[in-house]
């Protein structure tokens, strides 16, 4: 899409994708991994390696924090997620993915995964490799955004 700008080609791809892709919510309890749609999307902003503080999760993601300590609780009890107190601050809850949370949440995910598989079906492996390359790059970049936000 070299004729259109680089803003214009992200606001008009990532709703292709994100159309192609997604399926109806479910209810936590109709969901064969118990999961809600809100529960997999706080799922999906986690990582197994690098941990994020409760705080900046629910500002983020704009849960007060009685609330989203209540989901964490649910995900922990289910071992989705591990929470432990920051080295820099005890005061402060760190979050992470397990590797369960991971399955659960591709399983829930708003993208379902067949979809998914799919469109990434239809490139070339160079294609899907550099697709896959831009998209981490994106996340990267977003999830910096957020960081340098809550400074």
Do not use: N, W
Not at 28 to 52: F, K, N, W
Not at 55 to 84: D, E, F
Not at 99 to 115: D, I, N, W
């Amino acid at each position: 899409m070299p004729h259109v700008s680089a803003i214009r080609c992200v606001q008009t791809c990532y709703p292709q994708i994100y159309l192609a892709c997604h399926v109806d919510h479910k209810r936590g309890r109709t969901s064969s991994t118990g999961l809600s749609s809100r529960d997999s999307s706080i799922l999906a902003h986690l990582d197994e390696q690098v941990p994020v503080t409760a705080g900046a999760l629910a500002r983020h993601l704009g849960i007060g924090a009685p609330a989203l300590s209540a989901i964490l609780k649910r995900l922990a009890t289910r071992g989705y997620i591990v929470q432990a107190a920051d080295p820099a601050d005890r005061r402060r809850q760190q979050v992470r993915l397990t590797a369960a949370g991971a399955v659960a949440m591709s399983k829930s995910s708003v993208l379902e995964p067949r979809r998914v598989q799919a469109l990434l079906r239809r490139l070339t492996p160079q294609e899907r490799e550099h697709a896959l390359q831009g998209l981490a790059l994106f996340a990267r970049a977003a999830r910096e955004c957020m960081a340098g936000r809550r400074s």
